[in-house]
């Protein structure tokens, strides 16, 4: 007969009814879009993305696969389709301060019809300056300010040569000016005669010749002043005539951007520069050159007219959203490139390039935080950004003080941009409470639950996720049948039967299995079978570790019983996981009690192998013997608890009622049944309490048994919440059905040690005391007997010492 806390086989998995499905297969069903399961982060990611406020950008927090990523961006895309397009962004030639290019912001799409103007008007201008010049008024009107200089120029030369006759000299043209050579009887005279003169006369006439020369230099800088005014008049007519070609192809595009003050202005600039510039389009012999430097030079000249159309807003229906993958520093803020040009690096503003935060200005970011904090640089930079809501393009090392170097500082660009921040909760945490501007910046968290409730509109619309995923990946439909064994293998991940994981990843990872396994059998459809093989095959390609620990227990190279009765020792459940497969393991946990007032020592606690909450347990489980046993006598108790051979450490509290049964057994002397192992935690009111894993112990322990051969006898024991936790498997629940195998769910520990050893625990009566024979009555009996020894050996210890005293005392 069963006993009242063991459990049925239909208690054992909630299974999914396919004939509750309104279909045959999933072609029949719409594709659900959207996310399953999260209406909390749901709203707060509407309500984030409708308030444009500074400060109100979203942080998703959730577990990978989730649907974190996709959700991002179909709600983002959704939003932003509503938005209008955001302005193109340009950078230009700065003809103030070169090493500063200008930021213009136009119209979407009106950035590519500027950069095509600008070319246009370059080519125009190389055609129609030159065309300008090849007229004869251009050459008259030269000619006559040549001629016009040159009889000033003779005009003075004659003054000067008159006033040198007149004092005796005669002039002669050098590369510095003028000599004056003296004159004697209208001859002049060479050197050797001029030693010869007298010194009254060489005197005379070196007054005379400074006289000249005073005056000469005079007369050569009216000339310098006459071919100045001439070149001044020359650079007047061709600018004049310049205009003539210039003036109306600028004034078109100022009519044309009439509207943007800055192009305007730019325009000005480029007229004035291109005046100021003319021979750059009038070179004929450069066009013919075939030296590269030269033609180099040529093209950097008419470099500085063109568009660095940055950002091109043209072809987006709405506000941009980008996916930045790489939020590299460069990558967020953009960069300015560099080119080796004959040994040297040169930049200069075309070589500007866009970073994520330019692309996605107007409109949604969307990064994972981990790449962000990952990247040196990329954390500050985007905090940065948010906080002055503009973007500067700066060398990563100048901006740490690392490298010192000329480069271009171009403009900074204003933004509006809203950072979507996918992350785990453990970093929304660490964020929140280290660092001070995130709470400022982020004030918007998306949390992702784990799991969502297993009612008909959820399990309808896992269905119908199914059935978008095989439209989109182009897999075979799935038989209802088949999506009843994915929701019963959701509630497995979930690790509860009235929920539903929501890492959907993992599903998909199924639903592409077992459509590959229906590949290979040539079926056309999905049916239950296949999911059960995809499942069945994931397991068995990660479990290698699992069973060779199950050889080793079969070799009986560990130790643990699954038949017989032992005192003292109790199978407790563990979990383990390796990568991503996690499972149950047995371990033969024993206890040794014995005459002394240490109390309860762990051997893993002592040795520094367990962690601090396996040490927490411990000491409940010595808080829960005083309160049961020593309310009237003192506790004089010495016990060792040991996992036996478990050499790389433990921690969790899930093991300690299977500890306290054990030394129960040993102080009672009741020996505990093998075939039964046990999970649970325990509170020193004697209280089980729920643990993790239940699904992955009781399996682990029903593959050891029932590869030993299943007895009838053998189960395990849980605790009475974590029926709804069950999730197990076919196998299991057949054997349990047929009584091969038992689960029993208790909510004390009197429950679990009559159950493992047949002896009922007792009900204390009024006069405090149990029933002969109950465990209980048996625990006392026994830790009266070690008072009574203590008692006496510490009567006898005083004995002996006052005895010792007394000899002492002798002469």
Not at 451 to 477: K, P, V
Not at 595 to 618: F, Q, Y
Not at 781 to 803: C, I, N, P, Q, W
């Amino acid at each position: 007969m069963p006993l009242p806390y063991e459990l049925t086989s239909e208690q054992l998995r909630r299974t999914c009814d396919p004939e509750t499905f309104p279909f045959e297969t999933t072609a029949e069903l719409e594709p659900f879009q959207g996310i399953i399961g999260q209406q909390r982060a749901a709203q707060a990611m509407e309500f984030g993305l409708k308030v444009q406020r500074p400060g109100y950008n979203i942080y998703i927090a959730g577990a990978i696969g989730s649907g974190r990523v996709s959700y991002a961006r179909s709600a983002v895309r959704q939003m932003a389709s509503t938005e209008p397009v955001p302005d193109d962004w340009c950078y230009v030639f700065n003809f103030q301060k070169p090493s500063q290019p200008k930021a213009l912001s136009l119209p979407a799409g009106m950035g590519s019809v500027f950069r095509q103007d600008m070319e246009e008007l370059v080519e125009d201008l190389r055609m129609e300056i030159p065309k300008a010049f090849e007229g004869d008024d251009y050459d008259k009107q030269k000619n006559e300010l040549f001629k016009e200089f040159q009889e000033k120029s003779g005009l003075y030369l004659e003054q000067l040569n008159q006033i040198a006759t007149e004092q005796g000299f005669t002039l002669k043209r050098t590369s510095t000016g003028f000599a004056t050579i003296p004159m004697v009887d209208g001859k002049a005279i060479s050197p050797e005669e001029y030693e010869q003169l007298e010194a009254e006369i060489k005197e005379e006439l070196e007054r005379r010749s400074n006289e000249i020369q005073l005056k000469g230099m005079e007369i050569i800088r009216r000339i310098q002043q006459a071919e100045k005014a001439t070149k001044e008049k020359i650079k007047e007519l061709e600018n004049r005539i310049a205009l003539f070609a210039v003036g109306p192809l600028i004034d078109d595009l100022g009519e044309k951007y009439g509207d943007f003050p800055q192009v305007i202005e730019y325009l000005e600039d480029v007229k004035d520069d291109v005046l100021s510039n003319l021979s750059t389009f009038r070179g004929e012999e450069e066009e013919q050159t075939t030296l590269p430097w030269v033609r180099r030079m040529r093209e950097n000249a008419l470099m500085k007219y063109q568009v660095n159309l940055l950002i091109d807003n043209r072809e987006n229906q709405g506000a941009p959203v980008v996916v930045e993958p790489n939020p590299t520093y460069y990558n967020l803020v953009g960069r300015i490139e560099h080119e080796n040009e004959w040994g040297v690096l040169v930049t200069d503003f075309t070589m500007i390039k866009p970073g994520a935060l330019h692309k996605a200005n107007g409109g949604y970011l969307i990064i994972h935080a981990k790449d962000v904090l990952n990247n040196p640089g990329s954390w500050e930079a985007l905090k940065r950004v948010l906080k002055t809501r503009e973007v500067r393009i700066e060398n990563m090392g100048e901006h740490y003080g690392l490298i010192a170097m000329a480069t271009s500082k171009p403009e900074p660009i204003p933004v509006n941009v809203k950072v979507v921040l996918i992350g785990s909760l453990f970093l929304y945490h660490l964020l929140h409470q280290y660092d001070e501007d995130f709470k400022k910046l982020f004030k918007i968290k998306a949390d992702f639950d784990t799991d969502m409730i297993r009612d008909a509109d959820n399990t309808y619309e896992l269905a119908g996720f199914i059935s978008a995923l095989c439209r989109r990946e182009g897999l075979r439909h799935f038989h209802r049948r088949a999506v009843a064994r994915v929701v019963e293998y959701s509630s497995r991940l979930a690790e509860d039967q009235r929920r539903l994981t929501t890492c959907f990843n993992e599903i998909v990872e199924l639903l592409y299995e077992a459509d590959a396994w229906a590949a290979s059998e040539g079926s056309e459809i999905v049916d239950h079978c296949h999911v059960a093989k995809a499942f069945t095959e994931k397991r068995l390609r990660s479990n290698l570790y699992e069973e060779k620990l199950h050889e080793l227990m079969a070799e009986g190279t560990i130790l643990l019983d699954t038949a017989g009765e032992v005192v003292g020792q109790v199978n407790g459940l563990s979990v383990l996981t390796v990568g991503d497969y996690t499972f149950g393991r047995p371990t033969r946990i024993t206890a040794a009690t014995f005459l002394g007032e240490r109390g309860v020592a762990h051997i893993e606690r002592e040795t520094k192998m367990s962690g601090n909450i396996h040490s927490k347990g411990v000491l409940i489980i010595s808080g829960y013997l005083g309160a049961k046993y020593a309310q009237e006598t003192p506790l004089a108790l010495s016990a060792s608890l040991c996992f036996e051979q478990l050499y790389e450490g433990i921690d969790g509290d899930s093991a300690s009622s299977a500890e306290l049964y054990a030394l129960l057994s040993s102080l009672s002397g009741l020996p505990i049944k093998q075939g039964i192992a046990v999970t649970g935690s325990v509170n020193q009111k004697g209280e089980i309490q729920p643990v993790g894993g239940v699904t992955a112990k009781v399996e682990g322990f029903f593959h050891l048994c029932k590869n030993r051969g299943l007895t009838g006898e053998q189960g395990v024991i849980i605790p009475r919440q974590n029926v709804v936790n069950l999730n197990l498997s076919e196998e299991l629940i057949e054997a349990v059905a047929k009584g091969k195998f038992h689960l029993y769910a208790v909510g004390t520990v009197d429950e679990g040690i009559e159950i493992l050893t047949g002896v009922p625990a007792g009900v204390r009566r009024k006069n405090g005391t149990y029933p002969k024979g109950s465990v209980h009555y048996r625990v006392i009996k026994t830790l009266k007997k070690y008072v009574s020894r203590m008692t006496a050996f510490s009567g006898e210890r005083d004995h002996e010492r006052s005895k010792a005293e007394v000899t002492d005392k002798r002469p």
